[in-house]
C-alpha cells in the first residue's frame, strides 16, 4: 500500500505537540508550579440541570419500547431543525436547509467531501487550522512551502485591514472559508463587512464557508450573528454551526450546518441535495441523546441560561483583558469574543509564549501556530472558571512580560 | 461554483426510494393494512437500566465542576480503550491501537481521507454500500456503468463459493472491504478463509478494512469473531466496529476501528500515524455521555445483557427462517447473523419484493440493491419486536409467496 499523498503533505500538528513540551519542561524545572491554560478554547463551566434534564430524558426515552428509537434521520430530529430555525434563525432559514451535526469540526471535514479538490480554497489567515487541514486531506492544495500551503490563498487578517480581507486577490469559483467572531483574533465583522463578503462571493460564483460558532458571544447588535442576515447570502454561503462554545457542549458532541435550498452550483444543481447525499452516505446522525440536550438548550430556560455562561466568559475576558491593559499591551477584543488577541510587536510568537509561561506561568497559544500572519501574536483564551482566571489575571498584572 | 466531479458519479439512493414509494403506494391501496418492515437492520428493543445508568453517570459527570469534562482526547476516553482492548480483543489488541467512534459508517467515512483517491478498491458483492459508495466520493473509482462503478473490483460472493471471493483477480496494494459476518448475506467466514485472506493482503501489501459490526452474533465458536484472531493481520488490516446491533445504540453512536502499529506503508511508514492525524484533525471524539454507556455495556452486567439481546434477535432470526423453510425456500443463515438471505432462482428482486409486500405486508430488502451478485435474492432483517416477528412469521407460513 502507497501512502496518501496527501497526507504526506500535511504538516504534524506541531503547535500542541510544541506547547506541550515546553509545558513539560517547565513543570521540570519547577515541580510545585501551578500553571494555568488559556491556550486552548475549552469550556470548564458544568451544565445546568434544565440541560442535564433533556440529556436524561434522551437516555430515558431509549429505556422504553415505546420510546426507544434505533437509527434516526441524518439530518437530524425534525423537532430540533425546527427549533432551529425559529429559536436561533427566527425564520429566516428553514427547518429543511438546516443539518444536524456532531459538530463543527466534523462537518468541515465532511465538506471536503461535497466540494472535492478541484477548487480554489481562501482562508482567513490567521484561522482555525482544520480549513487548512481539511483541505490538504481532500487534495485541494500544493505541498508545504515551509511557511504555507501552495495553492491556498491565505487572506491576511490583521489590525491594519480591521481584520477584514483584501478579496480582490481571491480567484472566481472558490471555497471562501470565514469565521465571525473570529478565532483567534476575536474580531467581529460588522454588516458592511459582510455585504462586502457575500456581493463579492456571488459576483464570482463562489461559497462562502461561515463559521458561526461563537455567535451567541456577539453583544452588540448592530453585529451580525449570522451569515443570513446579509441579502443574497443564501444564494452563496453555507453556515457551520455549534452548540460547543454557548451550551458547553464541546465533549457532549452536537452542531448543525444550514445549506439554503437557494446554493446553487454554476449549472444550477442544488448544492443541498449533494450535502444530504454526503451525510446520508457518510454519516448517521448525532446521537439521539444528545439532540434531545440540544433540544433543552433552545427553549426558554435553556437560552436563558446560555445566555448566562456566554456572559460568564465574556467577563472572564473582561477581566485578563483589564490586567494586560494595564500593562500597556495592545489588545484587540471589543466585547464579543471569547479570545484576547494581543500583539507584541517585532517580536517572535513562540518567544513571547515563552517569556509569558516563564514569569507567570500561563500557557497561551502562540499566534504563529494560526497562520503566518499571526507572527507577533498571542492568543488567550477566556474559557476558564473564575477563580483561575482571576489568579492569571493578578499574575500578569505583577508580572513584567 | 463548479460541481465536484466525484459527487456526480454517485447514483441517488435508489434502493430506500423506491422501496418508500413501493410502501407508499400499498398503503394506498390498503389503508388498513399492517406493514411489518423487516427492510432496515435497525434495533428496536429497549435498552437495560444498568446501560441507561452508564449514559446517566455521563450526563451527571457534567453537572458538577469536579467532574465536568470539555473536549476530550479524539481518540476516546482511555479507559474505554482499555476496557475494549481487555474485554473484547482479551489482550490481543492494545489500548493505543484502538480508536473510539461515533459508529462504523462515519469510520468508513473518514477512512477514505486516510487512503486517498490513488489506491485500488475491491468490495464483496453484495455489501453494506458505504464501502462503495465513500469510494466513489473521494475520488477512488470511475463513473456508473449501470450495474456498477467501473475501477472497483467487486468480489461476488453467493452460495457458489461459499460466500468467500475468488481473490485470485484482485490487484495488489488494493483496499479490501471484507464484513464478517456479512450483511446483507449472513455468511460468515471461518478461520481457514480469513487466513487465506491475510494471506493473500500480506503477499499483495493490501490492507483489509474488516467490518465486524455483527461480531456478537457469531455463536459458533470455532468462528474469528476478529480478524486479529488471524496470524499476520495485524500487518496488513483495519478492523472497523459498532457498539450498534450489540448493545442497541444505532441512534446513541459509539464505534471503534484497531488499527494496529504493526500496520505499514511499503515504505515503512506507520499507518496508525496517520490514522491518528486524521481523527485529530476531522473529528472531535465521540460524545463524552455516549462514551460512559460504552463502559456500562462493558463490564460484566453489560456484557451480559448484550449477550441476552443478541440472542433475542438471533432467535427472532430463527423464527423467520423457519417459516421461509416451511414455505420450502433457499434460506442462507446459519444461526450467526441477524439477517437471513434467501434465493429466489431466476427471479428479478423486485418482483420478489413485490410479491412479499402484496401477499404479505411485509417490507424485505430486494437482494440487487446490495450489489449485482445480489441480484434474485432477498434479504430480511431479523431486527423487530418478537410480536412483530412471529406475526411476520405467520403471515409467510400462510401465504404463497
Known amino acids: 500500500m502507497i501512502r496518501n499523498k496527501n497526507i504526506d503533505k500535511i504538516q504534524s500538528s506541531y503547535l500542541f505537540v510544541e506547547i506541550n513540551k515546553r509545558k513539560v519542561a517547565i513543570l521540570e524545572k519547577n515541580p510545585n508550579a501551578t500553571l494555568i491554560n488559556l491556550g486552548i478554547g475549552n ?46 434563525y427566527k425564520g429566516v432559514i428553514e427547518k429543511d436547509d438546516i443539518f444536524i451535526s456532531d459538530g463543527a469540526k466534523c462537518d468541515i471535514g465532511r465538506l471536503q467531501l461535497l466540494f472535492g479538490r478541484d477548487v480554489k480554497v481562501a482562508c482567513q489567515d490567521p484561522a482555525y487550522p482544520v480549513y487548512v487541514d481539511g483541505s490538504v486531506l481532500i487534495g485541494a492544495t500544493g505541498g508545504y512551502n515551509g511557511v504555507n500551503y501552495n495553492g491556498i490563498h491565505y487572506m491576511p487578517c490583521s489590525p491594519d485591514n480591521d481584520f477584514f480581507p483584501d478579496l480582490s486577490s ?35 460564483k463562489s461559497i462562502i464557508i461561515f463559521d458561526a460558532a461563537y455567535y451567541a458571544y456577539i453583544q452588540d447588535n448592530t453585529l451580525p450573528r449570522s451569515i443570513f442576515e446579509i441579502e443574497g447570502a443564501k444564494k452563496c454561503a453555507i453556515e457551520v454551526n455549534s452548540f460547543s462554545k454557548t451550551a458547553g457542549f464541546t465533549g457532549v458532541r452536537l452542531g448543525w450546518s444550514v445549506v439554503p435550498k437557494e446554493l446553487k452550483y454554476d449549472n444550477g444543481d442544488s448544492v443541498r441535495d449533494d450535502w444530504n447525499r454526503i451525510v446520508t452516505t457518510i454519516f ?28 460568564y466568559y465574556l467577563e472572564n475576558a473582561n477581566i485578563i483583558k483589564s490586567a494586560l491593559d494595564s500593562l500597556g499591551l495592545e489588545v484587540y477584543n471589543h466585547g464579543n469574543a471569547p479570545y484576547l488577541w494581543v500583539y507584541f510587536k517585532g517580536e ?3 518567544d ?27 492568543r488567550f483564551s477566556s474559557f476558564g472558571h473564575r477563580s483561575s482566571i482571576e489568579q492569571a489575571a493578578n499574575r500578569l498584572k505583577n508580572s513584567e512580560i
Not at 437516555?59 to 425534525?78: I, K, P, R
Not at 509561561?357 to 500557557?363: A, E, M, Q
Open 43 to 88: 469550556t470548564t463551566e458544568p451544565i445546568s440541570q434544565h440541560i442535564a434534564g433533556g440529556l436524561k430524558l434522551g437516555v430515558e426515552n431509549l429505556q422504553s419500547l415505546e420510546t426507544y428509537t434505533g437509527y434516526g434521520s441524518e439530518q437530524g430530529l425534525d423537532i430540533l431543525r425546527e427549533k432551529i430555525a425559529t429559536k436561533i
Open 284 to 311: 448517521n446522525g448525532a446521537s439521539n441523546i444528545v439532540q434531545y440536550g440540544g433540544l433543552a438548550c433552545l427553549d426558554s430556560v435553556g437560552l436563558e441560561e446560555i445566555d448566562v455562561l456566554v456572559r
Open 170 to 204: 481571491v480567484g472566481a469559483g472558490a471555497i471562501i472559508y470565514f469565521c465571525s467572531p473570529n478565532n483567534p483574533t476575536g474580531a467581529v465583522a460588522t454588516k458592511e463587512q459582510l455585504k462586502t463578503l457575500v456581493d463579492f462571493a456571488l459576483k464570482n
Open 348 to 350: 517572535d510568537s513562540w
Open 352 to 378: 513571547v509564549f515563552n517569556n509569558i509561561l516563564n514569569k507567570t506561568h500561563i500557557i497561551t497559544t502562540p499566534g504563529i501556530g494560526f497562520g503566518p500572519a499571526g507572527s507577533g501574536f498571542i
